[in-house]
């Protein structure tokens, strides 16, 4: 099995294969947090709603255990909120009550072997932040205790980039194919490859009409630049070593995975 790792701030990062089924299971419960640090989320989340944002503290999921069979890697997770996960992202939490997410993301790439991926918007929590389509887990992937990764997959893919992963016309492949763990949070991510059977500038094309039709129905896209590159190419790692830009802390692995591994060139 190949697998890449990098070495962030101390907190290694390692991206490997996914060859086993990767199943996320609800224990049924909520985080239980001690009240000085509740005190203190509160207090940030006022503090974000004066600036404007639309932020929404909608529940999220933090995982609490992991266990591997030979057939697949079951993680458990329980419930907290969105404000948590914010505030653990930008202050120290004691060990054991930090908001551990495990979220998806999509590596879409066309059929002229470019990938695909994005700058959020000044409206979203990570405003400027460079990184794949995706999202945090929430209710609508729940079903029955069972968190469907291909759900909130899909529905990112709709909701952020305007694809349909269920039409063949558009669509050759789609399948979860790299496992993401480590990090500052210790974050998980499981990423997608989304083959399109169209070029870079198909996507494109097509990327403008549903940000059109976004914007007149009034919704902010979740993306305000759409950035291609050669999927083997050297562009990749170079510009994510534009110290200036600021990036999802799985891109650099999974792009040297990328350009290490012979089978995707």
């Known amino acids: 099995m ?27 419960g909520h985080v239980s947090l001690p009240a000085d640090l509740l005190s203190g989320i509160e207090v940030y989340w006022e503090e974000l709603l004066r600036s404007g944002r639309p932020y929404t503290r909608g529940e999220t999921f933090t995982v609490t255990g992991r266990n591997d069979t030979d057939e697949r890697i079951e993680i458990s997770v329980t419930r907290t909120d969105f404000a948590h996960n914010l505030y653990c992202r930008r202050f120290p939490v004691p060990d054991g009550y930090a908001a551990r997410v495990i979220h998806t993301a999509a590596l879409v790439e066309t059929s002229d072997g470019k990938v695909v991926f994005g700058r959020m918007s ?19 992937d729940l079903h029955g205790d069972i968190l469907d990764l291909d759900h909130n997959t899909k529905k990112e893919l709709r909701e952020e980039f305007g694809i349909d992963v269920d039409d063949t016309n558009r669509v050759g492949s789609f399948f979860p194919a790299y496992f993401k763990e480590g990090g500052q949070r210790g974050r998980m991510s499981v990423i997608y490859r989304v083959a399109l059977k169209e070029t870079a500038g198909e996507f494109l094309n097509r990327y403008d009409v549903f940000d059109d039709g976004l914007r007149k129905s009034g919704e902010e896209p979740e993306f305000d630049e759409i950035v291609v590159f050669n999927r083997n190419s050297k562009e990749l790692l170079s510009f994510l070593a534009r110290e200036n830009l600021r990036f999802e802390e799985y891109m650099r692995p999974l792009f040297e995975y990328i350009a290490s591994d012979q089978t995707l060139k």
């Open 2 to 28: 190949m697998a890449v790792s990098i070495n962030d701030s101390m907190h290694e990062i390692s991206i490997t294969p996914i060859t086993k089924k990767i199943v996320v299971r609800y224990d049924g």
């Open 122 to 140: 000044g409206h979203t929590s990570h405003s400027g932040r460079y990184q794949l389509c995706g999202g945090g887990l929430d209710n609508n």
